[in-house]
């Protein structure tokens, strides 16, 4: 079933459910199916399929996650078989895999070594009642193959046990950079290409109504000292992904797509590390952010020559400071070196009592911060900026080197 059929399937799964006797037994089965919700359970990013991003997830409607839940076990479990809409499973052996591969302990396989379908279709509902899900299901209604009282089956399963661990650090980032990764690139494109971005297809928040507004909320949200960021305009995530979609087609536009298979918040990455790539190579554009604006001229320069340079300049207020060895030293983990390397730039600019002192071996969100921090106030002196906090953190040399050479266009000026 195509996604964009979303909004069809489930009203004509509800109408289904609604329409049974026993309305009041149904009505709860509903209010099962608006829990399935990557909102509510965000470990169902997991679920984007191979070429897809989670802007394909989050326009599925709950009776089109729950079969992708239920495959996602079954190809974790090793199982060869898989289901579709809830039909042709009356046979009960995918829901015995499945259930042992929720409650391996309880649920054994021995129901798939039943040959008669209706003891086997008992055995499994005994599975189920171990885990206190033998609900809406009778061994007679699993053989005759009733899709509307599988998906209500399959849905409380999924509310008591959905079998996926919480999101680790790198997906929880992954996840979390939606909101802010591609307004920051649509920014960046509007900057290197003057006039390409076209601002009314940008998803804007419903407060302020201006791209003004957005910009001082992702400041907020980057640790501007603005007031309470919790009172900020902001955008859904899901209109949040349809704007890195848009990155994605500005970047296929001008051949930086670089063969990326992925769409929304997945090609994002790509397309901005290609545009990352575009403005470093391009130095020689009046608007360019790698340039040498000394000696009445502009020339290209180094990698080399801009990290002295950086050095350098970090140096003149604080002789001490650490400096980096290369734009994948591991210390620029911390922001540190940027926040030393603003306050040379601009004295004063960076308050001390914002700055957490933290080595590269420091707590995350203590490395975040100061990342944040930094690139805040890069903003405010009008920097180009083309990354995100975890990208400081996570120290992505080619992003280091455009932030760098952004801030050094700036010292020059």
């Given amino acids: 079933m195509r996604a964009e059929d979303g909004t069809a399937s489930w009203s004509f799964a509800q109408s289904r459910l609604e329409n049974r006797s026993g309305v009041t037994l149904f009505s709860g089965v509903l209010g099962l199916l608006a829990l399935v919700d990557i909102k509510l359970h965000p470990e169902l990013y ?45 046979d009960g052996e995918n829901y015995a895999v499945l259930l042992h591969q929720l409650k391996p302990d309880d649920c054994l396989l021995a129901p798939l070594q039943t040959p008669d379908l209706r003891t086997r279709a008992g055995q499994v509902l005994q599975n189920a009642g171990k885990m206190g899900c033998r609900k809406y299901l009778t061994p007679s209604s699993l053989v005759a193959g009733n899709p509307r009282l599988y998906l209500a089956f399959v849905a409380n399963l999924f509310n008591t046990h959905p079998g996926l661990e919480p999101l680790d650090e790198q997906e929880a980032k992954d996840y979390g950079a939606i909101e802010t990764r591609g307004i920051v690139v649509l920014r960046a494109f509007d900057k290197v290409l003057p006039g390409s971005i076209t601002w009314r297809r940008v998803n804007k928040p ?27 305009p902001k955008v859904s995530r899901f209109k949040a992904v349809e704007n890195t979609s848009y990155v994605v087609d500005l970047a296929k536009q001008n051949g930086w797509h670089s063969g990326c298979r992925y769409c929304g918040r997945q090609a994002c990455v790509g397309s901005w590390s290609r545009l990352a790539d575009h403005a470093a190579e391009h130095n020689e554009d009046p608007d360019g952010i790698i340039q040498d604006v000394g000696g009445g001229g502009r020339r290209p ?68 911060q100061n990342a944040k921090l930094a690139i805040s106030i890069a903003r405010k002196m009008d920097a180009l900026i083309f990354l995100v906090p975890e990208d400081i953190v996570d120290v992505r040399s080619r992003l280091i080197l455009t932030f760098v050479g952004s801030l050094m266009s700036i010292a020059q000026s």
């Fill in 46 to 90: 997991r679920l984007c399929g191979d070429g897809e991003g989670i802007d394909v997830l989050l326009r599925l409607t709950p009776d089109q996650i729950l079969p992708r839940w239920f495959n996602y076990h079954l190809k974790a479990a090793g199982w060869k078989r898989c289901v579709n809409n809830f039909s042709h499973v009356q």
């Fill in 206 to 232: 419903r407060a302020g109504k201006n791209l003004g507004a957005y910009v001082n909320a992702l400041d907020a949200e980057e640790g501007e000292d603005i007031g309470d960021a919790s009172t900020q």
């Fill in 301 to 368: 320069i180094s990698g080399t020559e801009m990290l002295k340079r950086a050095n350098t300049t970090a140096q003149k207020s604080k002789p001490n400071v650490r400096t980096i060895r290369s734009f994948k030293d591991p210390s620029i983990t911390t922001g540190l070196f940027f926040l030393d390397l603003l306050d040379s730039i601009r004295p004063g600019i960076v308050d001390p009592a914002l700055v957490i002192p933290v080595d590269e071996n420091g707590p995350y969100e203590d490395r975040r």
